[in-house]
Protein backbone atom coordinates (compact mmCIF):
# COMPACT_ATOMS: atom_id res chain seq x y z
CA UNK A 1 0.00 0.00 0.00
CA UNK A 2 1.34 3.42 -1.10
CA UNK A 3 2.30 6.25 1.77
CA UNK A 4 3.52 9.45 1.46
CA UNK A 5 5.15 11.53 4.22
CA UNK A 6 5.56 15.22 3.90
CA UNK A 7 7.51 17.23 5.33
CA UNK A 8 9.66 20.49 5.56
CA UNK A 9 6.86 22.81 6.76
CA UNK A 10 6.73 25.97 8.91
CA UNK A 11 6.00 29.29 9.76
CA UNK A 12 8.38 31.76 7.75
CA UNK A 13 8.34 35.13 6.60
CA UNK A 14 6.78 36.48 3.19
CA UNK A 15 10.12 36.56 1.08
CA UNK A 16 11.24 33.53 2.91
CA UNK A 17 12.49 30.23 1.55
CA UNK A 18 11.30 26.21 2.29
CA UNK A 19 11.83 23.01 1.11
CA UNK A 20 9.11 20.52 1.29
CA UNK A 21 10.46 16.91 1.15
CA UNK A 22 7.96 13.91 0.55
CA UNK A 23 9.16 9.99 0.73
CA UNK A 24 6.87 7.37 -0.87
CA UNK A 25 6.82 4.28 -0.28
CA UNK A 26 4.93 0.92 -0.92
CA UNK A 27 5.48 2.10 -4.76
CA UNK A 28 8.08 1.94 -7.73
CA UNK A 29 7.99 5.59 -7.80
CA UNK A 30 7.82 5.10 -11.60
CA UNK A 31 4.69 7.67 -11.87
CA UNK A 32 4.46 11.07 -12.59
CA UNK A 33 4.40 12.71 -9.36
CA UNK A 34 2.80 16.15 -8.03
CA UNK A 35 2.92 18.67 -5.13
CA UNK A 36 -0.92 19.64 -4.10
CA UNK A 37 -1.80 22.02 -1.90
CA UNK A 38 -5.58 23.29 0.45
CA UNK A 39 -5.87 26.33 1.90
CA UNK A 40 -8.79 26.67 4.59
CA UNK A 41 -12.04 26.78 2.77
CA UNK A 42 -10.57 25.85 -0.56
CA UNK A 43 -10.43 22.78 -2.55
CA UNK A 44 -6.81 20.73 -2.75
CA UNK A 45 -5.23 21.78 -5.99
CA UNK A 46 -2.06 20.81 -8.22
CA UNK A 47 1.00 23.27 -7.52
CA UNK A 48 3.52 21.55 -9.60
CA UNK A 49 4.32 18.09 -11.27
CA UNK A 50 7.12 16.19 -12.40
CA UNK A 51 7.70 13.16 -14.86
CA UNK A 52 9.32 9.95 -14.21
CA UNK A 53 12.58 11.67 -16.53
CA UNK A 54 12.43 15.36 -14.74
CA UNK A 55 10.00 17.26 -17.19
CA UNK A 56 7.85 20.06 -14.90
CA UNK A 57 4.97 21.81 -15.16
CA UNK A 58 3.57 24.92 -12.47
CA UNK A 59 0.71 26.29 -11.41
CA UNK A 60 1.09 29.77 -12.77
CA UNK A 61 1.01 31.65 -9.71
CA UNK A 62 3.59 29.39 -8.28
CA UNK A 63 6.45 29.61 -11.59
CA UNK A 64 9.90 31.20 -11.18
CA UNK A 65 9.18 30.88 -7.38
CA UNK A 66 8.89 27.26 -6.92
CA UNK A 67 11.04 24.42 -8.13
CA UNK A 68 9.93 20.65 -8.11
CA UNK A 69 12.19 17.72 -8.29
CA UNK A 70 12.67 13.81 -7.53
CA UNK A 71 15.35 11.52 -6.66
CA UNK A 72 14.10 8.31 -7.53
CA UNK A 73 16.94 6.29 -5.72
CA UNK A 74 15.59 7.85 -2.79
CA UNK A 75 11.73 7.69 -3.71
CA UNK A 76 11.56 11.19 -2.70
CA UNK A 77 10.13 14.51 -4.16
CA UNK A 78 11.32 17.87 -3.63
CA UNK A 79 9.49 21.47 -3.31
CA UNK A 80 12.20 24.52 -2.82
CA UNK A 81 9.70 27.08 -2.87
CA UNK A 82 11.25 31.11 -2.64
CA UNK A 83 9.96 34.00 -2.31
CA UNK A 84 6.86 32.48 -0.50
CA UNK A 85 3.60 34.88 -0.56
CA UNK A 86 0.80 34.93 2.10
CA UNK A 87 -1.23 33.34 -0.30
CA UNK A 88 0.86 30.45 -0.33
CA UNK A 89 -0.68 29.36 3.15
CA UNK A 90 -1.80 26.10 2.69
CA UNK A 91 -1.69 22.74 3.79
CA UNK A 92 0.96 20.84 1.25
CA UNK A 93 0.48 17.20 -0.27
CA UNK A 94 2.38 15.04 -2.55
CA UNK A 95 0.76 12.71 -4.30
CA UNK A 96 0.93 10.79 -8.19
CA UNK A 97 -0.06 13.08 -10.86
CA UNK A 98 -2.52 13.10 -12.48
CA UNK A 99 -4.03 10.14 -11.35
CA UNK A 100 -3.76 10.21 -7.42
CA UNK A 101 -3.52 7.99 -4.87
CA UNK A 102 -6.71 7.79 -2.48
CA UNK A 103 -3.52 7.53 0.39
CA UNK A 104 -2.84 10.81 1.33
CA UNK A 105 -0.08 11.96 3.92
CA UNK A 106 -0.31 13.74 6.68
CA UNK A 107 0.45 17.13 4.49
CA UNK A 108 2.77 20.06 6.14
CA UNK A 109 1.86 23.48 7.02
CA UNK A 110 3.37 26.27 5.52
CA UNK A 111 1.93 29.87 6.92
CA UNK A 112 3.60 32.46 5.25
CA UNK A 113 3.14 35.69 6.99
CA UNK A 114 2.87 39.45 6.19
Known amino acids: QVQFVESGGGLVQAGGSLRLSCAAS???????MGWYRQAPENQRALVASIGRLGGTTYKDSVKGRFTISRDNAKKTVYLQMNSLKPEDTAVYYC?????????WGQGTQVTVTS
Open 26 to 32: GTLFSDS
Open 95 to 103: NFFPTTSPN
